[in-house]
């Protein structure tokens, strides 16, 4: 009965599902395949991975750990060349990481060596000073980290990292922002935060994103839609969407079927 | 720090002060009760140290010896830090160049002194030379294990944000080994004035060494000898903790604690 609620099909190989709000496709990845050889052995981490996602949209794609999702982040980033396969952004073949598109890691990403505002103008050098300032300036303030601007990050906690490490991709105005399970090490209280902070700059500036995760509540709390994959080699098993607006009541009923209904999909019990 | 041991302002220099107290007393008495004609007492250094003074040798003999030890550490820094990086940088380079700089590393740069005799003559570019040989060889080693150990994310990060390679070194890789770099920066200052001390010894006629060979050979005074040493002791005390200053600034204490 709740399976019948899932509004996403199977992906099939070739066409990947096209949202109607954004017609506009900004990538388009067609049978991603990755083979690790290591030791002697080969083992095959993507097999014909297709991905589609459209102008604005905030997909995530979902998965148990080890999957290979951060590695098809990373092939969409530019990171990892894929064994077979192509991922096209704005309808150009991707070959290298671009400052168009930034990836976000954990918050372990920010360069310690660097203040506040040093992260945030990092990579802003080819802007003249003032207007450089002025961005650092916008994105202090956006991500909440005002008083802040001369202090290290060993000086800050966790959550202000990564917001630090979120306001260093968006003062480049990337179009695309990839955030690679960019709240997996913060405690549960400030990852609830954080997430209602991504949404409320992704209100504000409209980035397409891709974020990476392995928690379902997460994904069904954040995304358009979520991208299920299986364990490794990894495929996309299940497309959903998620029909309900911003801000998402975490206790209504759709939100506890789309939920559930992941649950099911990936095969976890309800109960611990 | 984490032994949970905190000292009072006053008893930070209370403490080591009352220790040195005790260890020049404990010199003294023995030197007394021992009766003995040949080593100095404290009170006799210290006359030592004076009559260098008015001398006009004492601070000679001290920037002597630093000019010295400036001259070879700067220049192996100038050589080091860049191979380092270049090293790290491109492993194939480092396993070509590796085993030669394994085989060369532990000979001790006091074995040196002859090969430097002969290719620098007796006088100063012979001392400088071995402490150029003496600083260079933990610069490299560590800059090129900083350069490794840069995380991938950093680089990752750094080149996600459009910089070129060269860019990329000046900005992410060199900032990131500077912690690394600065360890193998300090190792080497000090190796670097353990070896001005002995090539001084051999190779020139002003500086420390050449103050407490010079002592020891010209009349036998002792008192001289130490005082030397002393002033040996002292320098290096300076030079170190001129280092711990570099290592607390704020962009490279990260890499000098345990979580960041």
């Not at chain 1, 709740?2 to 066409?15: K, M």
């Not at chain 1, 290290?152 to 959550?159: A, D, K, N, Q, V």
């Not at chain 2, 051999?202 to 010079?214: E, N, P, R, T, W």
């Not at chain 2, 005082?227 to 005390?237: E, R, T, V």
């Amino acid at each position: 009965m709740r399976q019948v609620e899932i509004a996403g099909t199977p992906i099939s190989r070739n066409d990947g599902v096209v949202k109607k709000k954004t017609p506009k496709a900004k990538l388009q990845a067609h049978g991603i395949r990755m083979i690790f050889r290591r030791d002697g052995n080969t083992i095959s981490v993507l097999d014909d991975v297709g991905l589609e996602v459209g102008e604005g949209e905030f997909v995530c794609l979902l998965g148990p750990s080890g999957c290979g999702k951060s590695t098809m982040l990373n092939v969409i980033a530019g990171f990892l060349t894929p064994t077979a396969g192509q991922v096209l952004i704005d309808g150009e073949a991707v070959r290298g990481p671009d400052p168009r598109r930034i990836f976000v890691f954990q918050e372990r990403g920010v360069f310690p060596w660097l203040t506040v505002e040093g992260n945030i103008g990092f990579g802003l050098f080819k802007l003249p000073k003032v207007e450089r300032d002025e961005r650092i300036a916008y994105y202090i303030n956006l991500v909440g980290l005002p008083g802040f601007e001369k202090a290290y990050p060993h000086e800050l906690s966790g959550g202000m990292k990564q917001r630090l490490e979120v306001a260093r991709a968006l003062a480049v105005n990337p179009d695309m922002l990839f955030l690679d399970e960019p709240f997996g090490a913060l405690d549960s209280i400030t990852r609830l935060i954080m997430r209602g902070e991504l949404l409320r700059i992704w209100e504000a500036e409209r980035k397409t994103i891709i974020f990476v995760t392995h928690d379902i509540e997460e994904a069904v709390q954040l995304a358009d839609r979520v991208v299920v994959m299986s364990a490794r080699p990894a495929k996309i098993q299940r497309t959903v969407e998620i029909d309900i607006p911003h801000p998402r009541d975490i206790s209504s009923k759709r939100y506890l079927e789309l939920r559930d209904g992941i649950f099911e999909q990936i095969g976890l019990a309800h109960k611990v | 720090m984490s032994n949970g041991l905190v000292l009072r302002l006053w008893e930070e220099w209370f403490w080591p002060v009352l220790a040195a107290g005790i260890f020049i007393s404990f010199w003294y008495f023995s030197v007394k009760w021992s009766g003995s004609k040949v080593f100095p007492s404290p009170l006799d250094v210290g006359a030592g140290i004076s009559e260098l003074a008015t001398k006009g040798l004492l601070w000679r003999y001290v920037l002597d010896s630093l000019r010295r030890v400036g001259e070879g550490y700067v220049s192996a820094i100038a050589l080091a830090i860049p191979s380092g990086l270049l090293l790290g940088w491109y492993p194939v380079a480092a396993a070509v160049v590796n085993p030669t700089i394994q085989i060369l590393r532990p000979i001790s740069p006091i074995a040196w002194i002859p090969v430097s005799i002969v290719l620098f003559g007796v006088g100063d570019m012979a001392a400088v030379f071995l402490i150029f040989l003496a600083s260079f060889f933990p610069v490299a080693v560590a800059t090129m294990n900083g350069v490794r150990n840069v995380p991938s994310m950093y680089r990752r990060a750094g080149r996600n944000f459009g910089l070129s390679p060269s860019k990329l070194i000046a900005r992410v890789v060199f900032p990131a080994a500077l912690p690394q770099i600065i360890v193998g920066l300090r190792i080497a200052l000090g190796v670097a004035w353990l070896v001005v001390v002995a090539a001084e010894m051999i190779a020139v006629d002003s500086g420390l060494g050449y103050l407490v060979i010079d002592s020891r050979n010209s009349g036998k005074r002792y008192d001289l000898v130490v005082a030397a040493m002393i002033l040996i002791g002292l320098a290096g005390l300076g030079l170190d903790s001129a280092f711990r200053r570099i290592e607390k600034m704020k962009s490279v204490r990260w890499g000098f604690r345990n979580e960041f």
